[in-house]
């Protein structure tokens, strides 16, 4: 069956970077893109850019642009996303998302999330 | 940024009722030339990610019960629960694919037992 496990809880000191990974099985890697959804407390979830597995290209949404890269390695069939200049407000749950298939921006099945807590 | 709005913010229906969500859109998001609108519902549980419900506006995802269902066109979508049963107690969010810049969701509408 279709998986997507992410790594463990982080907790960040303000400026520092964080990489959370997301490891998929079930499926063929390379057949899907993969979306990073972020949930901060009490806000709604917001969508944070994705990669292209194949050739690895990617999009970033512009509020995180310059601050966020995603990675993958095809051969572990796991993607990264790491996040740097953390700031308070990052403090939120981060969750990697597989791409229905031929159809951009939705989201079939979810990694279970990475809580991200940024604090001095 | 496409902004979507769910109305109410919080409901209470009881067990057996119908429970209804509405999602506005600040933009059109039916795309003509495939007559498709660009508009999803997931559920959350608690300590959950979101699950995908219904797609396309209206069409349920694999496995979906059929008490759920989605409709609307353009700027103004509906999620009904046709008879609401314990384990749909869930925040549901409406989210938008029209737009790739960014992806866009509701703020979410929390549903629970009356």
């Known amino acids: 069956q279709v998986q997507l496990v992410q790594s463990g809880a982080e907790v960040k000191k303000p400026g520092a970077s964080v990489k959370v990974s997301c490891k998929t099985s079930g499926f063929t890697f390379n057949d899907y893109a993969l979306h990073w959804v972020r949930q901060a407390p009490g806000q709604r979830l917001e969508w944070m850019g994705w990669?292209?597995?194949?050739?690895?290209?990617?999009k970033y949404s512009q509020k995180f642009h310059g601050r966020v890269t995603f990675t993958r390695d095809s051969s572990a069939n796991t993607a990264y996303m790491e996040l740097s200049g953390l700031r308070s407000d990052d403090t939120a749950i981060y969750f990697c998302a597989r791409e229905y298939v031929e159809v951009d921006g939705l989201f079939d099945y979810w990694g279970q999330g990475t809580l991200v807590s940024v604090s001095s | 940024d496409i902004v979507l709005t769910q109305s109410p913010d919080s409901l209470a229906v009881s067990l057996g009722e119908r429970a209804t969500i509405n999602c506005k859109s600040s933009?059109?998001?039916?795309?003509?030339?495939?007559?498709?609108?660009?508009l999803a519902w997931y559920q959350q549980k608690p300590g959950q990610p979101p699950k995908l419900l219904i797609y396309w506006a209206s069409i349920r995802a694999s496995g979906v019960p059929d008490r759920f269902s989605g409709t609307g066109s353009g700027t103004q979508f509906t999620l009904t629960i046709s008879s609401l049963q314990a384990e749909d107690v869930a925040v549901y969010y409406c989210q938008q694919y029209y737009n790739t810049s960014p992806y866009t969701f509701g703020q979410g509408t929390k549903l629970e037992i009356e």
């Open positions: 990669i292209n597995s194949v050739n690895g290209n990617t």
């Open positions: 933009q059109n998001l039916f795309y003509s030339s495939n007559n498709k609108n660009y």
